[in-house]
């Protein structure tokens, strides 16, 4: 079948149908760089990532945007509380999240806008609102400028809310507002605030309110209509109503599919910096393998929350080890095999909404079928099964072959990898050899040391399991 994706607006799974035959523009809300990122910040660009491999794959040119929201709240609360300029500590907090982003394999977008550089068409979304009846300058004198959900009846469509059920939008002082509801496009310079963090407008000077700005990236660099918006399902409301009822009250078709990931949780919480429970990236990848955590954060469901454990991280990657261990003992008998093309069940499962546990099931099948022609030696066969394992890894960002792993390998953490991966192989040979024979005495003995050294042996249909028990 053709592609289909969850549509978040219409809340089913639903054809892909992009404006324009053969090409996707796609924008996805990037981060505010108010501090360093977690593995739960990351998740959305590891989502797009596969989302625009796969489109890519499927034969689409894309245009990928991922914005960076460098001027907030909270980046000048803390900025001043740190003593440092705002914009100093927008620069250095954007860095980790590029080094985030790269560490994990994440291709670059086509285009990544900052907000302080879209001022100027932030000014005439406002002025278009504002002729059109959607929105208003507050008359307090603060230089706020407000959207009137009260004006477009269709306020809540996305998230599906109610606007008589909503609570007051938090973004701004209410006492300039008509209504709670009403959230702000622009707020007005406060004492205290440095005065470059402020710009210009007919209205006051200021800085843009969190929403405006991506519905004026989007834009610019999309058109008024354009194919998929997404992110983390936290943006849903407010932030993805608020942008589609400002797009579309200025008269934009805006987006026609909305995407939004699940978080990554622990002990069922959404992970974040207010409930102290979040692991940082960068201290992450000091002791994971990154395309091992790679691994463990794609192959779940978009849709799904990750439950994050340092257990399942670790059966994840030992998971992604086997796949990376047959392709390694392929290519000594083959050669150099290029990707050439995924199984019909990995596509299937890909066209189901980024079916992506599916399609990972889909390729382990395959590397076990690989792994019957290396034993029996047919390597003809087995430069097929390669291509194509190598293809699907490469939809999912995790052919260790191709860039950025290539170039990263022969590290001391991968020699040491190989090392205990061809220690523990030889001894897991010796056992299977022992109980060909039917010695199961000098089987028990060899899975028993391996137990000592803290090495999990489980007996699968198409052979022996290993894990490093509470490690990697």
């Known amino acids: 079948m053709a592609l289909h994706l969850y549509d978040t607006a219409q809340r089913t799974v639903r054809p892909f149908e992009p404006i324009e035959p053969g090409k996707v523009g796609i924008y996805l809300c990037g981060a505010t760089v108010q501090a360093a990122p977690h593995i739960g910040h990351i998740r959305s660009g590891l989502v797009f990532d596969v989302l625009q491999r796969w489109l890519e794959a499927s034969g689409y040119e894309t245009t990928f945007i991922r914005n960076v929201t460098d001027i907030d709240d909270k980046i000048l609360q803390k900025s001043a509380e740190a003593g440092e300029p705002w914009w100093a500590w927008a620069t250095r907090y954007e860095r980790t999240f590029t080094d985030a982003y790269d560490v994990l394999g994440c291709r670059q977008p086509t285009h990544e806008p900052h907000a302080t550089g879209h001022v100027t068409e932030m000014i005439a979304l406002m002025d278009a609102l504002i002729a059109a009846g959607h929105a208003y300058a507050a008359d307090d004198g603060s230089g ?17 809310q109610r606007l008589d059920e909503m609570e007051a939008a938090a973004d701004a002082d209410p006492r300039g507002k008509r209504d709670p509801r009403d959230f702000a496009l622009w707020k007005g310079a406060k004492p205290g605030e440095p005065e470059t963090a402020s710009w ?40 993805h109503e608020n942008e589609l009822a400002q797009s579309s009250a200025a ?18 919480e959404k992970m974040g910096k207010s409930l102290g429970n979040f692991l940082l990236v960068s201290e992450v990848v000091s002791r994971v393998r990154p395309i091992e955590l790679r691994y463990y954060l794609v192959a779940a469901h978009y849709r799904s929350n990750i439950e994050f454990s340092e257990e399942a991280m670790a059966e994840a990657g030992a998971g992604f080890r086997r796949i990376e261990g047959f392709l390694e003992r392929a290519i ?9 093309i995924a199984c019909a069940e990995f596509v299937e499962a890909m066209d189901d909404d980024l079916g992506v546990p599916a399609a990972v099931a889909a390729l382990h099948n395959v590397v076990r079928e690989g792994n019957n022609l290396l034993a029996a030696g047919d390597s003809a066969a087995l430069r097929g099964c390669v291509g194509s394992v190598r293809a699907m890894l490469g939809v999912l960002g995790l052919d260790p072959f191709a860039e950025p792993w290539a170039s990263r390998a022969g590290g001391e953490g991968d020699r040491l990898r190989t090392v205990v991966d061809g220690l523990v192989q030889v001894l897991l040979d010796q056992r299977a050899a022992a109980r060909a024979a039917r010695d199961y005495e000098k089987a028990d003995s060899i899975r028993d040391r391996l137990t000592e050294l803290g090495v999990a042996v489980e007996d699968m249909p198409s052979g022996a399991r290993w894990t490093i028990r509470g490690g990697g």
């Open 200 to 239: 210009p407008t007919p209205w006051g000077v200021g800085r843009p309110g969190w929403h405006l700005e991506c519905s004026a990236m989007a834009g610019k660099y999309l058109g008024d209509t354009f194919d998929i918006h997404g992110g983390g399902l936290d943006l849903r409301f407010p932030h």
């Open 332 to 340: 000594e008998v083959t050669g150099p095999v290029e990707p050439s």
């Open 144 to 160: 706020d400028v407000y959207f009137d959900v009260r004006s477009w009846p269709r306020y809540g469509e996305l998230s599906g």
């Open 251 to 268: 008269g934009r078709g805006f987006a026609r599919y909305w995407l939004h990931n699940a978080w990554v949780t622990t002990a069922g």
